[in-house]
């Protein structure tokens, strides 16, 4: 069984080396983008299982970017988990219209992950 693939889409140094910490020790291949523009030079070439968009990213609005990657030839479909630090339903429910499927809060640890990713296999 190949490994599975989490792109990190999120502006903070910090916050993507907690996460990408998480996920490497549970076994993923991860990958890193600070912005929108870096992650679409990205999935030019790699098509993840999971992509974490942070719910504010630089120079863009987050919902319009999850519909944006939702148009992107990937030759599979992500699962996309928007990354939010309140729980505010009314922008969640932008989020998953737009092409997000699940939401996670922040702050999150490896334990919170492998919760979220049990409910993801359980949905699936």
């Known amino acids: 069984m190949p490994m599975l693939h989490c792109f990190i889409v999120d502006d903070s140094d910090i916050i993507r ?23 679409f030079e990205r999935l030019r070439t790699e098509s993840p299982d999971y992509i974490l968009v942070d719910w504010r990213l630089p120079d863009t609005n987050s919902i319009e970017f999850i519909a944006k990657l939702r148009t992107l030839p990937l030759t599979q479909r992500p699962y996309i988990i928007y990354v939010v630090t309140e729980n505010e339903p ?4 932008r989020a998953m219209a737009a092409g997000a499927d699940s939401f996670l809060l922040k ?3 490896r334990e919170i992950i492998e919760m979220k990713l049990a409910e993801i296999r359980v949905t699936a």
Do not use: Q, Y
């Open 107 to 109: 702050p999150f640890n």
């Open 17 to 39: 080396k907690f996460t990408r910490l998480i996920f490497e020790n549970l076994g993923f291949r991860v990958s890193e983008a600070d912005g929108p523009v870096a992650a």
């Open 90 to 93: 009314h922008e969640i429910k």
